[in-house]
């Protein structure tokens, strides 16, 4: 599988851990595989959503160390650049 291959890459490898499905599967898989790496959950302030308490969910569950991240709206503002 592509996460196999990837996980042992040089330099290590993290996961954005957003709370979504894409990257609660990604957490899903890498646990199966029996490998618990880094997960970041970046949240900008005045964000709308609860996806951080998903990701905090996600990562204890899969046994993936959890680093939040956070911004302040000038973050927001940049992403259309």
Request: hydrophobic content about 45%; charged content about 20%; overall charge negative.
């Amino acid at each position: 599988m592509a996460t196999a291959r990837c996980v042992d890459a040089e330099p290590a490898v993290a996961l954005s851990l957003s709370g979504g499905v894409d990257s609660s599967c990604l957490a899903a898989v890498l646990k199966q595989e029996g490998r618990a790496v880094a997960a970041y959950q970046f949240a900008a302030s005045g964000s709308e959503g609860d996806e951080r308490s998903i990701a905090r969910e996600v990562a204890a569950h899969c046994g993936h160390h959890l680093r939040l991240v956070d911004g302040g709206p000038e973050v927001l503002a940049a992403l259309p650049e």
